[in-house]
């Protein structure tokens, strides 16, 4: 757990995350007072990074489950293992026998039956799933739920119990609850408004993209064969383009990218011609290259 709020900075840091104020602060908070934390925010701007360098940071376990439309239970919770539950009914079949030859009744037989039966659900047959294994986990983990908003709202309303209570609810076992609760992470890119009851549950935490003079930082980490004027540069550029009505605004992953292809170019400033040549390693529309392409003099000057 981060001691302090420098401290929080500086370990996410030594990983490569360089974050503001505010998101250390949120970080160090959510881990003091046991809270969720729901991320929002742009794609591209290091949400899901942060649940990666959390754990990198911590040296706790990562356990990450993607949300998708349709995402059940069964690939998020638990699900039975029903082929060897299978093999158990026929060894079961082979010794029914044996089981009831003792029996003197028809009821007693039956009763002695029903009393298997629950073996068939129990933790043996039990394969557990991302939320499931970090509930029972023994070492400190992040629970990463990523990108929240693509999943169903049924799915949102099972999430509830384990937001707030750290525990899962199997029909056939019972309740399981978490001996060490994990740090949940959920992020969001807005592609749905999540539910008054989830955002309860969950200290928020909108990530936006981030001031030139902390792009500019996150860049020198990243990209560190970059020089200091062609860092400086590309960053005032890229702030450019993100101020035109592009259909998706560049974002940092992307910056890194174009960072990394000029560098490889030989780049030590930004050069208008080579700048537009490589557009594409900023921009996936095509519409939004012809845009940037069509304000260069404004985005490329010096």
Known sequence: MFTTVDHAIQALESQKYICSLE????????????????????????????????????????????????????????????????????????????????????????????????????????????????????RPTVLLIDEIDKSDSEFEAFLLEVLSDFQVSIPEIGTIKADRKPFVLLTSNNAREMSDALKRRCLHLYID???????????????????????RELVKAVHKIRALPMKKEPSISETLDWAKALSLLGCEVLKEDIAISTL????????????????????FVQ
Do not use: H
């Open 23 to 138: 998101i250390a602060t949120t970080i160090f908070l959510a881990m003091k007072m046991e809270k969720p934390v729901l991320v929002e925010g742009p794609a591209g701007v290091g949400k899901t990074e942060l649940g990666k360098c959390i754990a990198a940071a911590l040296n706790m376990d990562l356990i990450r489950l993607q949300c998708y439309e349709g995402l059940d239970e069964a690939k998020a919770l638990y699900e039975w293992e029903y082929a060897k539950q299978l093999l158990y009914t026929q060894i079961l079949k082979d010794k029914l026998s044996a089981i009831l030859e003792c029996e003197k009744s028809l009821g007693d037989a039956v009763n002695r039956l029903s009393g298997e039966e629950d073996v068939f659900f129990s933790e043996r047959f039990l394969v557990p799933r991302p939320i499931l294994q970090a509930i029972t986990n023994v």
């Open 209 to 231: 993209f981030p001031s030139r003079e902390l792009e500019e930082k996150i860049v020198s980490l990243k990209v560190p064969e970059c020089g200091e004027d062609l860092v």
């Open 280 to 299: 594409n390693f900023l921009l996936k529309y095509e519409k939004d290259i012809e845009l940037a392409k069509k304000n260069r003099k404004e985005i």
